[in-house]
């Protein structure tokens, strides 16, 4: 089969010069320089189809014929004109997003049509030269993002990004409701058996994409209800509706926590609220306005939670706020300065190293959470003054294994398990001014729970302080002093540039 | 100070860092403790105290505010008096120490009534006490440490020397309550040298 025959069926069965290309299997860029393209690959075009796609000047269309039978318009300027018309009018300009990315809903028609020109060339060049598995051209969810995607970003002044603002694109034709239809009741002839299984069967793209090849379904059946090669149509596409998602952005930080009344997340129960407020809507508040006007959407994911009568000091824990639909994908070092201000001024929380992160180094909150070192302070009280003995007992330098079953205060809830927990020190201090009062710093492994390593709980955790001294003991106050967690980068938003 | 003999817990005092946070110093954790303040211990801050008697001796349950319970001997059990010996979770047709539960719903753990016998305790006069399960619920665990020790149980702290977790339906927590004993009814009765 050569190229030059190839085009010249093309062309006569209707078909546009961008699909003609695809047709010779055209590649990349090699649809930018189309003329080009037909020379170096030895085609002849006629010369009024070639005026008829030169870019600078558009002469008026024979209306018969300038619509293609197989992509029906998709490719061509007009539908490439409509198209940039209707993003600029969409909400396009609120969104700062860099990249775009085109998502593309087209009628089903035209993977009819595709298969319909399939058995066309068939028919025409014979089975040994157009293959029964492997479509004869580039499909055109591949095409759109070779012609279309380059053609709207450099017009919108965008760069193509898969996680950039996604434009939802819905697009209709006229004939696509008659030619489903016509696939319905020849899907009930090509497959009875299925059809007879199952209830109702679902025409899909997927369906299609997976039955509709010629190696599957002969010419002669598919010519009962549609006609090979496709006819030409009325109707351009119509250009349905523009719905624009905005890239989904991830803004990491660290958070202190001053108050011991403040939840982690809203504390509801039975319907009632607990706590006026929490970190995560104080957080999201302050941070969330900037990137999104839905804040209810927002996820906010911290390295582990503290209870509520805890505090968080020292560098503090690290968290990440995942903002879905993103006005805004960027901030500027003084923004987030000025979040961070307003977060502290609350006085409860105060968060610093705020920044906005790739999405992939999620994983550095999500992983490994059993692996993270975290570190305690615990006020413990003992019931006479504490000795020496005591004091030197609770100074261990090297790390040792407890069993800790699921605290009774959470067991109505979790499931009973005995957890192995390394501690790897334990330092002790006492209060001058009373010393039945310590101080007691504790480096544990993550999901070590604190409380009950103080007091053993009748015997649940074991090894415990308690056992250790020997004498009972408990906990009046916590603190969370340190999460081993290099992420995300120290950066001084404070500093001015 | 009356004399300058070196403090021997010197060297542990603590001494609290600097740190600044939302532009205020961070309190140091001792601020927490408050000397005037009288600070219920653990059982006194999450638990409610129950009896249930059982031919003649008391034991105590220690109900959490999230519905668990702990069954104890009541300080006032004649097997403090007696000498505590030996305890065992074979009642005989079935050893309550195989006990299994999986899940958050404790699925697999048995079905308890108030009067089952949960545990035998052996005393070291030779008497021996059927310890009642004490309400209906679920057998979340038993103290698998009384069965190595059961001397430990006569100095355990309270609640130390639990026989069991169990884990009454919510629908049937009013109803337990109810029929068990106050701390008050327990220590009217005790005055009226019932038990």
Wanted: charge should be neutral; glycine fraction near 6%.
């Amino acid at each position: 089969m050569k190229n030059q025959a190839l085009i010249d069926y093309l062309a006569a069965c209707g078909v546009c010069r961008v699909c003609q290309l695809r047709y010779l299997k055209a590649r990349g860029n090699e649809y930018r320089d189309m003329q080009q393209t037909f020379k170096r690959l030895d085609v002849e075009v006629s010369p009024s189809a070639e005026a008829q796609d030169t870019p600078d000047e558009q002469p008026p269309k024979k209306p018969r014929f300038s619509i293609c039978s197989t992509c029906l318009g998709l490719f061509s300027e007009e539908f490439q004109t409509q198209l940039i018309e209707g993003i600029l009018k969409s909400d396009f300009a609120n969104y700062d997003s860099e990249g775009i990315v085109l998502a593309i809903s087209l009628p089903m028609t035209l993977q009819l049509r595709q298969l319909s020109m399939w058995f066309a060339l068939q028919r025409q060049f014979g089975r040994s030269a157009i293959d029964d598995n492997c479509p004869p051209d580039v499909p055109i969810k591949e095409a759109v993002k070779l012609i279309l995607h380059p053609i709207v970003c450099a017009r919108l002044g965008k760069a193509y990004d898969a996680n950039g603002l996604m434009i939802n694109i819905d697009v209709r034709h006229s004939v696509e409701a008659a030619e489903v239809a016509k696939l319905a009741e020849l899907n009930r002839a090509a497959f009875p058996a299925k059809a007879a299984h199952q209830k109702r069967i679902e025409i899909s793209r997927g369906l299609l994409e997976k039955q509709y090849q010629p190696a599957r379904i002969k010419a002669e059946l598919f010519e009962k209800y549609l006609p090979i090669p496709p006819t030409a149509v009325e109707d351009a596409l119509q250009l349905q509706a523009i719905e624009l998602t905005g890239p989904l952005i991830c803004v990491a930080g660290r958070y202190r926590k001053l108050s011991r009344e403040l939840s982690h997340t809203p504390w509801v129960l039975h319907g009632k609220r607990i706590m006026e407020e929490s970190i995560e809507e104080i957080i999201v508040r302050h941070v969330g306005p900037h990137f999104s006007e839905t804040l209810e959407k927002i996820t906010f994911m911290s390295s582990g939670r503290e209870d509520v009568d805890v505090r968080c000091l020292g560098k503090g824990r690290p968290f990440v706020l995942e903002i879905a639909n993103a006005r805004r994908s960027s901030m500027t070092r003084q923004q987030a300065h000025q979040m961070e201000q307003a977060v502290d001024r609350t006085g409860k929380v105060s968060i610093h190293n705020l920044q906005v992160v790739p999405r992939e180094q999620l994983t550095h909150i999500k992983t490994g959470e059993e692996q993270k070192r975290k570190y305690y302070r615990a006020l413990c009280v003992l019931e006479q003054p504490v000795t020496l003995d005591i004091l030197q007992k609770l100074q261990i330098s090297a790390s040792f294994d407890i069993q800790q079953k699921t605290p009774i205060r959470v067991l109505h809830r979790r499931p009973l398990h005995t957890r192995p927990r390394t501690i790897f020190s334990v330092k002790t201090r006492v209060f001058r001014d009373n010393p039945r009062l310590l101080i007691i710093d504790v480096v544990s492994q993550a999901g070590t729970y604190i409380k009950e390593l103080v007091h053993g709980e009748f015997g649940r955790t074991t090894p415990s302080i308690s056992s250790i001294i020997g004498k009972p003991i408990d906990i009046l106050a916590l603190d969370v002093v340190g999460i081993d967690l290099d992420w995300p980068a120290d950066v001084n938003n404070a500093e001015t540039e | 100070m009356a004399t300058l003999e070196e403090d021997p817990l010197a060297p542990y005092y603590f001494q609290q860092e600097e740190q600044l946070i939302c532009g205020q110093l961070v309190s140091p954790i001792t601020d927490c403790y408050n000397a005037m303040m009288n600070y219920p211990s653990m059982v006194d801050r999450f638990f409610t105290r129950y009896y249930y008697i059982k031919a003649g001796a008391a034991y105590q349950l220690l109900y959490h505010s999230n519905r668990i319970c702990l069954v104890c001997l009541a300080p006032t059990h004649p097997a403090y008096g007696e000498g505590i010996a030996k305890v065992s979770y074979n009642v005989g047709n079935v050893d309550r120490s195989q006990n299994v539960v999986k899940g958050k719903a404790k699925k697999g753990g048995m079905i308890l009534q108030a009067d089952t016998t949960l545990a035998v305790l052996t005393t070291d006069a030779g008497n021996t006490y059927k310890i009642p399960s004490c309400i209906r619920g679920k057998l979340v665990e038993v103290n698998t440490a009384l069965l190595a020790d059961a001397k430990q149980l006569q100095l355990a702290p309270e609640g130390a020397g639990y026989f069991a977790i169990l884990l009454p339906k919510i629908e049937n927590c009013d109803d337990i309550k109810a029929s068990l004993l106050t701390q008050q009814q327990y220590e009217e009765q005790l005055k009226r040298g019932e038990t």
